[in-house]
């Protein structure tokens, strides 16, 4: 496999803060057409993992390529979704204009959004459910059509690696429902999505890779095989308390298989 065919490859990647890593030797490739989940325990770096990979944060050593280029040259081939938390819902701003930002590298910088653009943005927003919000100030929606706004803003780009950090985390099960269907969606159309997802138990159901991360890659690799109990205890130690839980899950979805 080419290298400008891998949409994530993370080489010796290394950040630390006040130089106290938070991110140590991180070293992964992620394939084409994957939904990939990332876990790992709170501190674990999955944040500062995407953050990196964007170019958000400076790196202390290592390397990323995403289709086998630094971020910079390629940046309109990614889509993001942030955390919710991170985002100032107070801006005065509809849905609809939120959207319309996921296109501003094909309609430029201080030019007017255009009707095919504002077209875009509303179809978008229908994929995930909420168009009739369309002009409804962003402070207030919903926490779960907030999250659904944002992800209408990256599904808009088009681009082919998405990154999201923790989508599902405060939505209904509606939401999550609707988000599980488009990234299944997207996975059919050849997109490939790298989530930060903290619910252990549906990263079976959800996801066909993962990395499993606890400042250092743990694990990565196909669910089926590198999500099993002695990882899981590797990666969470003593904190995680799902575990007994989650190995239920996983037995269960073996059965239906």
């Given at each position: 496999?080419?290298?400008?065919?891998?949409?994530?490859?993370?080489?010796?990647?290394?950040?630390a803060y006040h130089r106290k890593p938070v991110i140590w030797d991180v070293q992964f490739n992620i394939p084409p057409g994957s939904l990939v989940g990332i876990v790992g325990p709170n501190g674990a770096g999955k944040s500062t993992l995407l953050k990196a990979v964007m170019d958000l944060i400076p790196s202390a050593s290592g390397r990323v390529e995403i289709f086998g280029h630094p971020y910079r040259d390629v940046r309109h081939r990614v889509g993001y979704v942030p955390q919710r938390e991170s985002v100032d819902w107070d801006f005065p701003i509809n849905a609809l204009?939120?959207?319309?930002?996921?296109?501003?590298?094909?309609?430029?910088?201080?030019?007017p959004v255009r009707k095919k653009h504002r077209q875009a943005a509303l179809e978008a927003l229908?994929?995930?459910?909420?168009?009739?919000?369309?002009?409804?100030?962003?402070?207030?929606?919903?926490?779960g059509q907030q999250q659904r706004t944002f992800l209408a803003r990256a599904l808009v780009q088009d681009a082919e690696l998405y990154l999201m950090d923790e989508p599902f985390a405060a939505v209904d099960a509606a939401t999550e429902q609707a988000i599980v269907e488009i990234?299944?969606?997207?996975?059919?159309?050849?997109?490939?999505?790298?989530?930060?997802?903290?619910?252990?138990?549906?990263v079976p159901d959800?996801?066909?890779?993962?990395?499993?991360?606890?400042?250092?890659?743990?694990?990565?690799?196909?669910?089926?095989?590198?999500?099993?109990?002695?990882n899981l205890q590797k990666t969470y130690g003593g904190r995680l308390t799902l575990l007994d839980e989650v190995s239920e899950a996983m037995r269960r979805q073996e059965r239906t298989l």
């Open positions: 496999m080419s290298k400008e065919s891998i949409p994530l490859s993370v080489y010796d990647l290394t950040v204009d939120v959207v319309a930002m996921g296109l501003y590298s094909k309609i430029g910088w201080c030019l229908r994929r995930v459910g909420i168009a009739d919000l369309a002009y409804r100030q962003i402070s207030q929606l919903s926490g990234l299944q969606d997207m996975k059919s159309r050849g997109r490939t999505s790298v989530v930060i997802h903290h619910d252990l138990q549906t959800y996801f066909d890779y993962v990395v499993m991360l606890n400042m250092r890659v743990v694990a990565h690799g196909p669910v089926e095989e590198v999500f099993t109990n002695d």
